[in-house]
């Protein structure tokens, strides 16, 4: 059986990517409206007759588009950030509990995680679902970025001949979209205190939690935050937990290591008198961070290998 697909938005970063990943596959058959994706019926029937429809779009634009739909059969993936703390809508992170894979395949609407929070929700929601970090913990992350994860607008200002910035640090007004549902999807009740910034190089992305160790109720050891997340992740095709050793041996960690892959990675690291650790998550941002992860949320929710297209 082909699957028919329309992504909307198609000619931006993620919709570009995401495009990529599927055109060739036999199972599925691609929507293209070329020249007449600016056809506002041209659109609502392309919205209405796919079996999936992926949303490449502002938020504004995104909660249109999701208006446009009226035929319940429509399975609905939003790459934006409309929709990602909404009710009615599934969080589209497989891995990040038991149960999300089966709610994601029972849902008609999806929500793509950002790609901050991917690797955010992935360090620290099985650690506060043990008990390790308090739900009313403070807790910090510091991240970088690829410019290709500020769409074409940064990418122009970065690949322009001349330009010269190395690295930015941004959000400065702490109001970052993306602090929502970096707060909800980990179990928190109080909001992160989220630091991102971009570097000069396209694609790929670090996430980092510090964390000091006697600060937390029970004084967890490193081998115990490992050992969550381990267990948390057992048997999962895109998320790995490095080991310990493998940890310990790094002088360094490169962001864009996992470029062009579906793949997250998180590594513990601790200092010798066992007090301090950095959670540090490694993902492509327009991977595992946005194309990629829609891509397998399309998977699950029209009941197809997840993997498919992915590896």
């Known amino acids: 059986m082909t699957h028919t697909i329309f992504i909307d938005g198609e000619a931006g970063t993620t919709g570009l990517e995401i495009r990529e990943r599927l055109e060739a596959r036999p199972d599925l ?14 659109r609502r029937e392309a919205l209405n007759g796919a079996d999936a429809v992926i949303l490449c779009l502002p938020d504004d634009a995104a909660r249109e588009a999701v208006a446009m739909i009226e035929n319940p059969s429509v399975k609905v993936i939003d790459a934006s950030t409309a929709y990602r703390v909404a009710p009615g809508w599934a969080y589209g992170f497989p891995e990040m509990d038991a149960g999300q894979r089966d709610l994601i395949a029972r849902s008609s609407f999806v929500s793509n995680p950002g790609c901050y929070p991917t690797g955010f929700i992935g360090l620290m929601r099985p650690l506060v679902r043990a008990g390790l970090v308090p739900a009313t913990y403070s807790v910090t992350v510091n991240a970088v970025s690829g410019y290709s994860g500020g769409g ?56 980092e939690v510090p964390l ?23 048997g999962q095709h895109f998320v790995e937990v490095a080991d310990l050793e493998e940890t310990e041996a790094l002088s360094g960690l490169e962001p864009e290591g996992l470029n062009g892959t579906n793949r997250l990675r998180l590594h513990v690291f601790g200092d010798r008198n066992g007090e301090q650790a950095r959670l540090v998550a490694l993902l492509d941002n327009l991977g595992k961070g946005a194309s990629g992860a829609a891509v397998q949320n399309v998977n699950i929710m029209l009941g197809l290998d997840e993997t498919t297209g992915l590896i």
């Open 29 to 42: 058959e691609l929507v293209l409206l070329g020249e007449r994706r600016r056809d506002v019926e041209a």
């Open 152 to 207: 074409k607008a940064m990418i122009a200002e970065f690949e322009a001949p001349g330009a010269a910035t190395a690295y930015r640090a941004y959000g400065l007004s702490l109001k970052h979209k993306h602090v929502p549902e970096m707060t909800k999807h980990t179990g928190l009740s109080r909001d992160v205190l989220f630091a991102p910034a971009v570097g000069n190089y396209r694609q790929g992305m670090l996430v």
């Open 212 to 234: 000091h160790l006697a600060a937390l109720p029970e004084t967890p050891s490193v081998e115990r935050l490992h050992g969550a997340l381990v267990e948390a992740y057992d």
